[in-house]
């Protein structure tokens, strides 16, 4: 995700409430078409994503991206996430939260470090729920599910960023009990400032 101005938000884990096992049964899902979610009955589902579950990765990629007013920066490479999510060298894992097979949302995810905590940190790069499916819990479900998988990786906080102009995610992370830390400024080297820079002697 890409933004020129952000919130970073943390949720640190001491609360033994949060954990349980996370469903984890691959199986193929696809979007619904709005106004069919909320007819469908039947339990909300995550289980981590497979690589047959490319195109529904890509397609809520896009997803997220026209949410965030963001397709300009846009370039899913179904190859490269083929590579790197699902490759011999993983660099991120997917959550798909779903009911009767049908995908609401999903979640992508990997693993930093930190240094002052001398422990893992799960951070979030995507969470999105489609509109038309929001207010069902998916969202909740999903931030369940990587709060579970956080705390089973031995990490003390989970991380992820937020645009300071999505009002209605960030009342939902702080009612999660995230904390908006508005201290810190995203700082990036793309392109070719970070090939100049990789060139120096």
């Known amino acids: 995700m890409l933004a020129s ?5 943390a949720l640190g884990f001491w609360n033994e409430a949060i954990l349980g096992p996370l ?7 696809d979007t619904m078409k709005r106004g069919e979610i909320r007819a469908k009955q039947g339990a909300l589902r995550v289980r981590r994503g497979t690589a047959r579950d490319l195109f529904t990765i890509a ?3 896009r997803e997220l991206a026209k949410y965030e007013r963001l397709v300009r920066h846009l370039r899913v490479d179904l190859k490269r996430l ?3 999510g699902f490759g011999r060298r993983k660099y991120f894992e997917v959550l798909i939260c779903e009911r009767a097979e049908h995908t609401l949302g999903y979640a992508l995810f990997y693993f930093a470090y930190s240094s002052f905590t001398c422990s893992p940190v799960l951070f979030i790069e995507d969470l999105f729920v489609l509109p038309e499916a929001r207010g069902q819990g998916a969202g909740k479900a999903l931030m369940v599910a990587l709060a579970r998988a956080a705390v089973r990786r ?3 906080q989970m991380e992820w960023i937020v645009l300071d102009w999505n009002r209605p995610s960030i009342a ?3 009612g999660l009990g995230a904390r908006l830390d508005r201290a810190w400024v995203l700082t990036r080297l793309v392109g070719a400032p970070l090939g100049r820079l990789a060139r120096r002697r």
Do not use: L
């Open 172 to 174: 939902f992370y702080r």
């Open 154 to 156: 031995g990490c003390e």
């Open 23 to 29: 469903a984890c049964e691959p199986s193929v899902g």
């Open 5 to 9: 101005v952000r919130a970073k938000a």
């Open 82 to 84: 083929r590579r790197d």
């Open 59 to 61: 397609r809520m990629i």
